[in-house]
């Protein structure tokens, strides 16, 4: 398998241990600077703040491809 430069990137990312704590799920928003252990973690912190859930989650910095928003339930 051929990996570009972008890819390879996001895979030394994703191996990455943010703080020498493992990984973290958050968001792919820039003024949204938190992030957890798990996802449901991430998404009642989403709900209990009032952050736009219309963000895509990210784990180490990563995008799952997932809406923040996907996961909430009225």
């Known amino acids: ?6 890819k390879k990137m996001d895979v030394d990312r994703a ?9 973290h799920y ?3 928003c820039s ?4 992030s ?6 991430l998404i009642n912190d989403i709900i209990s703040s009032g952050q736009d ?3 895509e989650i990210t784990w180490n910095g990563v ?10 339930v009225e």
Not at 15 to 23: I, S
């Open 31 to 34: 003024y949204y600077t938190k």
């Open 63 to 72: 995008s799952t491809m997932e809406i923040a928003s996907d996961y909430i």
């Open 53 to 55: 859930p219309n963000y």
């Open 1 to 6: 398998m051929i990996m570009t430069v972008s």
């Open 15 to 23: 191996e990455n241990k943010p703080n020498g704590t493992g990984h």
């Open 36 to 41: 957890f252990s798990n996802v449901n973690d």
């Open 26 to 28: 958050s968001l792919n």
